[in-house]
Nanobody, 118 residues
Framework: QVQLVESGGGLVQPGGSLTLSCVVS????????MSWYRRTPGKERELVAE????????NYVDSVKGRFTISRDNAKNMVFLQMNSLKPEDTAVYYC???????????WGQGTQVTVSS
Protein backbone atom coordinates (compact mmCIF):
# COMPACT_ATOMS: atom_id res chain seq x y z
CA GLN A 1 0.00 0.00 0.00
CA VAL A 2 1.38 3.36 -1.05
CA GLN A 3 1.40 6.00 1.66
CA LEU A 4 2.80 9.50 1.87
CA VAL A 5 2.44 11.05 5.30
CA GLU A 6 3.32 14.68 5.93
CA SER A 7 4.00 16.24 9.30
CA GLY A 8 5.49 19.37 10.80
CA GLY A 9 2.88 21.96 9.93
CA GLY A 10 1.47 24.40 12.43
CA LEU A 11 1.05 28.00 13.43
CA VAL A 12 4.12 30.24 13.32
CA GLN A 13 4.71 33.97 13.51
CA PRO A 14 6.03 35.91 10.53
CA GLY A 15 9.78 35.52 10.31
CA GLY A 16 9.65 32.13 11.98
CA SER A 17 10.67 28.70 10.74
CA LEU A 18 9.12 25.29 10.26
CA THR A 19 10.37 22.02 8.86
CA LEU A 20 7.94 19.78 7.03
CA SER A 21 8.60 16.07 6.72
CA CYS A 22 7.11 13.41 4.46
CA VAL A 23 7.68 9.71 4.87
CA VAL A 24 6.95 7.43 1.91
CA SER A 25 6.07 3.76 2.10
CA UNK A 26 5.04 1.19 -0.48
CA UNK A 27 7.32 2.65 -3.17
CA UNK A 28 10.99 2.36 -4.04
CA UNK A 29 11.90 5.80 -2.76
CA UNK A 30 15.30 6.08 -4.44
CA UNK A 31 13.65 6.08 -7.88
CA UNK A 32 11.11 8.81 -7.16
CA UNK A 33 11.20 12.50 -7.98
CA MET A 34 9.87 14.28 -4.90
CA SER A 35 8.14 17.63 -4.62
CA TRP A 36 6.31 19.88 -2.23
CA TYR A 37 3.19 21.68 -3.42
CA ARG A 38 0.89 24.04 -1.60
CA ARG A 39 -2.70 25.15 -2.00
CA THR A 40 -4.64 28.07 -0.63
CA PRO A 41 -8.42 28.42 -0.90
CA GLY A 42 -9.50 29.60 -4.31
CA LYS A 43 -6.11 29.06 -5.91
CA GLU A 44 -4.50 26.36 -8.00
CA ARG A 45 -2.05 24.03 -6.37
CA GLU A 46 1.41 25.56 -6.65
CA LEU A 47 4.73 23.76 -6.99
CA VAL A 48 6.97 24.98 -4.18
CA ALA A 49 10.10 22.87 -4.58
CA GLU A 50 11.21 19.70 -6.30
CA UNK A 51 14.15 17.37 -5.90
CA UNK A 52 14.74 14.65 -8.49
CA UNK A 53 15.68 11.10 -7.56
CA UNK A 54 19.31 11.97 -8.34
CA UNK A 55 19.28 14.84 -5.87
CA UNK A 56 20.53 17.19 -8.57
CA UNK A 57 18.74 20.05 -10.39
CA UNK A 58 16.68 21.13 -7.42
CA ASN A 59 14.08 23.78 -8.28
CA TYR A 60 12.09 26.31 -6.28
CA VAL A 61 9.28 28.67 -7.08
CA ASP A 62 10.66 32.21 -7.16
CA SER A 63 8.68 33.32 -4.11
CA VAL A 64 10.52 30.90 -1.78
CA LYS A 65 14.05 31.03 -3.21
CA GLY A 66 16.58 31.79 -0.50
CA ARG A 67 14.07 30.96 2.25
CA PHE A 68 13.08 27.32 1.70
CA THR A 69 15.28 24.26 1.30
CA ILE A 70 14.15 20.88 0.05
CA SER A 71 16.17 17.78 0.90
CA ARG A 72 15.78 14.03 0.95
CA ASP A 73 17.06 11.11 2.98
CA ASN A 74 16.91 8.00 0.83
CA ALA A 75 17.86 5.75 3.75
CA LYS A 76 14.76 6.87 5.65
CA ASN A 77 12.41 7.25 2.65
CA MET A 78 11.84 10.86 3.62
CA VAL A 79 11.74 14.28 2.03
CA PHE A 80 11.92 17.54 3.96
CA LEU A 81 11.09 21.18 3.43
CA GLN A 82 12.95 23.59 5.67
CA MET A 83 11.06 26.89 5.67
CA ASN A 84 12.70 30.02 7.06
CA SER A 85 11.66 33.68 7.16
CA LEU A 86 8.06 32.64 6.78
CA LYS A 87 5.55 35.19 5.50
CA PRO A 88 1.77 35.34 5.82
CA GLU A 89 1.50 34.56 2.11
CA ASP A 90 3.16 31.20 2.77
CA THR A 91 0.00 30.14 4.59
CA ALA A 92 -1.36 27.08 2.81
CA VAL A 93 -1.87 23.36 2.96
CA TYR A 94 1.41 21.77 1.95
CA TYR A 95 1.42 18.48 0.09
CA CYS A 96 4.14 15.95 -0.50
CA UNK A 97 4.23 14.55 -4.05
CA UNK A 98 6.04 11.51 -5.38
CA UNK A 99 6.41 10.95 -9.11
CA UNK A 100 7.76 8.03 -11.04
CA UNK A 101 10.05 9.80 -13.53
CA UNK A 102 9.46 7.39 -16.44
CA UNK A 103 5.72 6.69 -16.25
CA UNK A 104 4.79 10.04 -14.69
CA UNK A 105 2.47 8.35 -12.19
CA UNK A 106 2.03 10.55 -9.11
CA UNK A 107 1.12 9.96 -5.50
CA TRP A 108 0.02 12.54 -2.95
CA GLY A 109 -0.08 12.86 0.79
CA GLN A 110 -3.01 14.20 2.77
CA GLY A 111 -1.39 17.57 3.36
CA THR A 112 -0.30 19.53 6.41
CA GLN A 113 -1.54 23.01 7.28
CA VAL A 114 0.96 25.83 7.64
CA THR A 115 -0.36 29.10 9.04
CA VAL A 116 1.84 32.17 9.30
CA SER A 117 0.20 34.79 11.45
CA SER A 118 0.91 37.11 14.33
Amino acid sequence: QVQLVESGGGLVQPGGSLTLSCVVSGLYFNTLDMSWYRRTPGKERELVAEIPCTGANINYVDSVKGRFTISRDNAKNMVFLQMNSLKPEDTAVYYCDARRPISGVRYWGQGTQVTVSS
